[in-house]
């Protein structure tokens, strides 16, 4: 068993969809980078909490749906459509892709998101 399937991607997501940065941050290396975006990195658990919870409070609620994943060594890849609930009451779907890298330990090192997150706030 390799270390990205110590945690699968439905367990991540399902952290994440709770919306609590430290159950998140409970995944990560201290030093881990969280690059959202076209962002700069978040590096280290601390800005990683302090980002997610920002932004976890721009939005009401999300849910992933996983289309697709791969796995490599300790990388894993997974294509997803994530609905956003909206601070006005509506609901956005946009596509996204995550990737992210773990180390021996099976905690994420890395983790990278790439998506246009124009819907969500337009």
Known sequence: MTASSIVTPTEVFKIIDSTDPQRFADLLTADASLTFAN??????????????????????????????????????????????????????????????STTDNGLIDDYRVYFDLAPVYA
């Open 39 to 100: 962002n700069p990195p978040m590096v280290g658990t601390d800005a990683i909490v302090a980002g997610c919870g920002y932004f976890y409070g721009t939005i009401k609620a999300l849910r992933h749906t996983i289309r697709n994943e791969w796995h490599q060594g300790d990388d894993t890849i997974v294509e997803l459509s994530v609905t956003y609930d909206r601070l006005d009451g509506q609901t956005v779907t946009i596509p996204v892709v995550s990737v992210w």
